[in-house]
């Protein structure tokens, strides 16, 4: 059974970068495919971007394409989001997610983060 912690989360000004760290545990981590969504208040919860268990294959969400890199560290069983040139409708609750198939299903795996807060400041 995996487990996911995420952290990093905190107060950026517009413009600045962030790396947000979803930690696993559990011993099949590596072959889960992992994903970030976030929500923001009031908002439905979209998706951000995923990475394949080898880190090869990568999908971002147009919001965020060129501007946010998923990356993953298998040996240390966590997955980062690197985000820069943040803009205030970054702003939002970043979930880590799981699912032990070839991409997330639809709406995100079973396996899911409490939640990390991202607050970007105009």
């Known amino acids: 059974q995996v487990r996911l912690v995420e952290s990093g989360g905190r107060l950026v000004q517009a413009g600045g970068s962030l790396r947000l760290s979803c930690a696993a545990s559990g011993r099949t981590f590596s072959r889960y495919t992992v994903g970030w969504f976030r929500q923001a208040p009031g908002k439905e919860r979209e998706f951000v971007a995923e990475i394949s268990w080898s880190g090869t294959r990568t999908y971002y969400a147009d919001s965020v394409k060129g501007r946010f890199t998923i990356s993953r560290d298998n040996a240390k069983n966590t997955v980062y989001l690197q985000m820069n040139s943040l803009k205030p409708e970054d702003t939002a609750l970043y979930y880590c997610?799981?699912?032990?198939?070839?991409?997330?299903?639809?709406?995100?795996?079973?396996?899911w983060g409490q939640g990390t807060q991202v607050t970007v400041s105009s």
């Open positions: 997610n799981a699912a032990s198939s070839d991409i997330l299903p639809t709406g995100g795996g079973s396996i």
